[in-house]
T-cell receptor, first 113, second 112 residues
Framework: EAQVTQNPRYLITVTGKKLTVTCSQN?????MSWYRQDPGLGLRQIYY???????DKGDVPEGYKVSRKEKRNFPLILESPSPNQTSLYFC????????????FGDGTRLSIL | AQKVTQAQTEISVVEKEDVTLDCVYE???????LFWYKQPPSGELVFLIR??????QNEISGRYSWNFQKSTSSFNFTITASQVVDSAVYFC?????????FGTGTSLTVIP
């Protein structure tokens, strides 16, 4: 089954404790992306990747890091999480670039205390 | 400035009514793509439609139809004869140069 898998689905942690949210897709998609969803703000793109070793900032990259060492994986790293990063995070993937429909993961709800 | 504006935050309709969700976008590019996604109460994001900037043909898919007008930078979505299962948050999105911009979403409630 074609899917985008995020882990963990839920996480409560404390300020400053480094965390990684993993994202993996099994569709051999070139394009992968991270979004955060906040009430009243919709989805905002954090980072995206056109292919292995190619990453670019989205609209709200501050406080986040990403890497794309393998085509299937695109982890989101919060080096020093802060409460304003409490949000619902979605990973997505698509063939080629931003002109294609994206497949979304089920989301990761992060709470930073 | 917001690149994608969905001015309707919440809409309620009675089942079988028609409803139009508005989307206005802003871009200086000549090549761009527009999308609609649905987020039902279960939380997943479901792709509905994609349009490129060179194709202004309106599209109909069952009870769903989309009206793309470059002259007014709008890409509106109409649900005909709404059903309870249409209750969801709907997002309009713009893609330019591989970067995505989503609107703030319109929450649609269909009352039985």
């Amino acid at each position: 089954e074609a899917q985008v898998t995020q882990n963990p689905r839920y996480l409560i942690t404390v300020t400053g404790k480094k965390l990684t949210v993993t994202c993996s897709q099994n569709m051999n998609h070139e394009y992968m992306s991270w979004y955060r969803q906040d009430p009243g703000l919709g989805l905002r793109q954090i980072y995206y990747s056109m292919n292995v070793e190619v990453t670019d900032k989205g609209d709200v990259p501050e406080g986040y890091k990403v890497s794309r060492k393998e085509k299937r994986n695109f982890p989101l790293i919060l080096e020093s999480p802060s409460p304003n990063q409490t949000s619902l995070y979605f990973c997505a993937s698509s063939h080629r670039g931003g002109n294609q429909p994206q497949h979304f993961g089920d989301g990761t709800r992060l709470s930073i205390l | 400035a917001q690149k994608v504006t969905q001015a309707q935050t919440e809409i309620s309709v009675v089942e079988k009514e028609d409803v139009t969700l508005d989307c206005v976008y802003e871009t200086r590019d000549t090549t761009y793509y527009l999308f609609w996604y649905k987020q039902p109460p279960s939380g997943e994001l479901v792709f509905l439609i994609r349009r490129n900037s060179f194709d202004e043909q309106n599209e109909i898919s069952g009870r769903y139809s989309w009206n793309f007008q470059k002259s007014t930078s709008s890409f509106n979505f109409t649900i005909t004869a709404s059903q309870v299962v249409d209750s969801a948050v709907y997002f309009c999105a713009l893609s330019e140069w591989n970067q995505f911009y989503f609107g703030t979403g319109t929450s649609l409630t269909v009352i039985p």
